[in-house]
């Protein structure tokens, strides 16, 4: 009976511990590198967060006819890219 306790009482403690490991798994994967936007092609430009082949393409094309874009904001001027859009990808975006 003493035996039994003792592995329930390993197993419990193991149990609490697991979540904190895998957690630290997954900060210490690689962080999701920065996609320039006025370099990129359509393919690269659908690994952001909400911007699919419709999306990644109207970029693209905006580039190719107004120039490259300076500044996050200019990202709205192209069809289908809002506020909430911008917003997700802002922080993987860069522009140089």
């Known amino acids: 009976m003493h035996k039994l306790m003792s592995y329930l009482l390993l197993i419990f403690s193991v149990s609490l511990f697991a979540p904190t490991l895998v957690s630290a798994d997954e900060a210490m994967e690689k962080p999701a590198e920065t996609i320039n936007v006025n370099t990129a092609d359509a393919e690269t430009l659908t690994e952001l967060n909400g911007i699919g082949d419709s999306k990644a393409s109207a970029i693209v094309e905006w580039r190719e006819d107004n120039g490259p874009f300076e500044s996050p904001e200019d990202l709205l001027a192209v069809n289908g890219i809002g506020e909430a859009t911008l917003e ?9």
């Open 88 to 96: 997700d990808i802002e922080s993987r975006i860069s522009f140089n």
